[in-house]
């Protein structure tokens, strides 16, 4: 599943460079960082049980490739999410990764953007030595909306996270979904 | 004036009569520690106490290659001194004792002990001529502490139980009944037969019953029963006993039926099932046969049990045994805190201790507890329920408690060669090799077998994570201390393990 994303985005990434927008724009990177709070919820599969908890403040670094015209924009982006947490006491750190292809409209200094990708999955400790579960990642959707003054870029983004966790002794696979909003400041190169 | 200092010496008085009719104002007096008992009923082994010194090496000061040689000296040094002063004694980790000719006891759990409890001996004064306890307890005192050893306490060598149950309201009639479900009710109370369908237990999976033994060629069972493994505890004692000498270490037979009935829950098949559909069970006898009432078992076995049992690698140890200790009393509570430590270093080489809450529910109203070492912070502490998954009548309750499992009229297996003749009623008319018994002790292995199901579905769960998943897998029912957590879910501690990471 995530060769086959990979494949796509690059793919994508690739129509994107020769596509009219690209020949008339200037590209930049960007590095941006910043905080997100949001919340976890598990899906379990045969129960019909659903759980959702609040995860806590946590840090998000991000970069993008971005191509631009005066009033669109398109890329290629990836976005790391370490060691998040749910506010239940002794809880396990959990992650993401993502790589995504994002477009946007800008307005002046205002942008939109829209991004959709793969997200790999990093799953708690006790998870990674259960012989008995695997864990896989899953579709990465996301929104923001921000400025660019001078070379800083500010956003606030609205992202969504997915991972299947399977426990194999049942045939089971249970959805787990981590949706956030973040605000990240960055510099762009 | 006079009137006011006369009023004061009146409360000065009064106060002081108060205090002094206090227990803990008892317990705290050298000499005078056996005096306050809770229960009458609580047993001990005539002529014997158990005597344990602080270590004053720091170990991690020695070589490690020095260790052992070091606490082998120490121990010889204690036991020499006492009996050459007319005592008989014994060391959980001396290197004489015979439980090193089952498993050797590695310098990692000796020092362990060391450091956490210190020595622990069982001193033997039968043939010396005390008028009572409390004089011979005086004695050795003073004869270690002339020696240098500084003494953390001395009490009498308390006996357990097993914690099956006198109930008898059923007839074979109504067994028979129960006979056409089988153990489906049980079972299926705690959906155990949805967790088969993706974990059925393994053999690397060791569970350890301290009990009466395991009847080893029993049809139901011979298959999973790890004889060489076993080990008879009340053999092990290195003092001078003719009564235990006659014991072999080896003999893990079950003659009683209790061990054999808790074993079958745990893991049987056949004709009856056990939670676990295979297992690798090991008897540790605690218990005599029928019929050597001379030998009993107490505190100090069950303690060397735990030692055992850790030093062998099992993943659960099932005890449906334990017992009442006095309470208010200085010296009994450092022991249980002795006792707690050692069984905390069985949780940290990762075992995980489940325990019978005590069947005097019935008997003792309004007097909240549960046995030792079910109280024990370090054990899960189960209590029984009915087929209609009320508290039996005679499951103990209280602050402890941790879960509820079914106890009532339970069908397991039972030894053919059965010398218990209080059991023999609760044969199963059409299958001489079960039987249907209640207890807590019946609750337990229930839990014990959820346990190792989930060890075998994951062999590196944690103690913490297995205990904090069958807590939050069970069916709550209400009164915290009547029913814990409440009742126990196997299928879904097993798949907590999707959940508990993050919920």
């Known amino acids: ?189 | 004036m006079k009137r006011f200092l006369i009023i004061i010496l009146i409360i000065i008085t009064a106060g002081l009569i108060m205090s002094g009719c206090s227990p803990e104002f008892f317990g705290a007096l050298p000499g005078n520690n056996e005096s306050y008992s809770s229960s009458s009923d609580i047993n001990y082994s005539e002529g014997e106490m158990i005597v344990v010194l602080e270590n004053n090496q720091p170990m991690q000061e020695i070589s490690v290659d020095k260790k052992k040689e070091v606490m082998n000296e120490e121990l010889s040094t204690q036991r020499q001194y006492l009996k050459s002063h007319g005592f008989k004694i014994d060391n959980i980790l001396s290197n004489s004792q015979s439980i090193e000719s089952k498993v050797e006891l590695s310098t990692k759990i000796k020092e362990k002990i060391l450091e956490d409890i210190g020595y622990i001996n069982l001193v033997d004064y039968t043939d010396k001529d005390y008028k009572n306890f409390n004089e011979a307890k005086n004695e050795v005192k003073s004869l270690l502490e002339n020696k240098g050893y500084k003494v953390k306490y001395i009490i009498r060598n308390y006996k357990i139980k097993k914690v099956d149950s006198t109930y008898s309201g059923v007839s074979k009639q109504d067994n028979l009944k129960k006979m056409h479900s089988d153990q489906e009710w049980n079972y299926e109370m705690i959906r155990a037969p949805e967790a088969w369908e993706g974990v059925r237990g393994n053999e690397d999976v060791k569970i350890a019953i301290v009990d009466t033994g395991i009847d080893v060629d029993h049809p139901y069972l011979e298959n999973f029963v790890d004889v060489d493994s076993g080990v008879n505890i009340l053999a092990l004692r290195d003092v001078e006993d003719q009564d235990r000498e006659k014991l072999d270490d080896n003999n893990v037979d079950d003659k009683d039926g209790h061990g054999t009935h808790v074993a079958g829950t745990i893991s049987s098949y056949d004709k009856v099932s056990g939670i676990m559909k295979e297992a690798s069970l090991i008897p540790i006898k605690v218990f005599p046969d029928p019929g050597q009432e001379n030998v009993e078992g107490d505190f100090y076995d069950l303690l060397n049990a735990v030692i055992y049992a850790t030093e062998t690698g099992v993943d659960v140890i099932n005890m449906s045994v334990g017992g009442e200790l006095p309470k208010n009393n200085l010296e009994v509570d450092k022991f249980i805190a002795d006792f707690d430590a050692n069984l905390n270093i069985a949780r940290e080489e990762g075992v995980i201790i489940i325990t019978a809450a005590g069947n005097n529910g019935e008997s003792i109203e309004g007097s909240d507890y549960i046995f030792y070492p079910a109280s024990s912070p370090y054990t899960i502490a189960v209590g029984a329920v009915e087929e209609n998954k009320q508290k039996a009548d005679f499951s103990n309750d209280g602050v402890g408690l941790d879960v509820m499992a079914p106890g009532v009229e339970i069908l397991s297996t039972a030894p053919i060669d059965l010398d218990h003749t209080n059991y023999e009623d609760l044969r199963h008319p059409e299958d001489e090799y079960l039987m249907y018994m209640s207890g807590t002790s019946m609750a337990a292995p229930h839990v014990a077998g959820v346990a190792g199901l989930m060890r075998s579905a994951n062999p590196n769960m944690t103690v913490e994570d297995i205990e904090y998943m069958l807590k939050d897998a069970a069916k709550d029912m209400g009164n915290e201390e009547e029913y814990g957590e409440g009742i126990v879910d196997a299928y879904k501690s097993i798949r907590n393990r999707v959940k508990t990471p993050y919920f």
């Open chain 1, 1 to 189: 599943m995530s060769k086959y994303m990979s494949l796509v985005l690059v793919f994508i990434f690739l129509q994107l460079c020769i596509s009219p927008v690209s020949l008339a724009a200037n590209y930049n990177f960007t590095v941006k960082s910043g905080m997100d709070i949001g919340s976890l919820t598990l899906d379990l599969e045969r129960e019909e049980e659903s759980f959702s908890e609040i995860v806590g403040v946590s840090l998000t670094r991000i970069g993008e490739f971005i191509y631009s015209s005066n009033d669109e924009e398109v890329g290629l982006g990836g976005e790391y999410l370490p060691q998040r947490k749910t506010i239940k006491k002794d809880a396990e750190p959990f992650g993401f990764y993502s790589i995504y292809a994002l477009a946007g409209i800008r307005e002046n200094i205002y942008f939109l953007r829209g991004k959709i990708g793969y997200n790999f999955f990093i799953p708690p400790q006790s998870q990674v030595v259960d012989p008995g579960i695997s864990t896989t990642g899953g579709i990465y959707y996301g929104s923001s909306i921000g400025c660019n003054i001078n070379d800083f870029e500010i956003e606030i983004l609205y992202g969504v996270n997915n991972a299947t966790i399977t426990e194999e002794n049942y045939n089971k696979t249970d959805q787990l979904r981590y949706s956030r909003f973040g605000f990240n400041m960055g510099y762009r190169f």
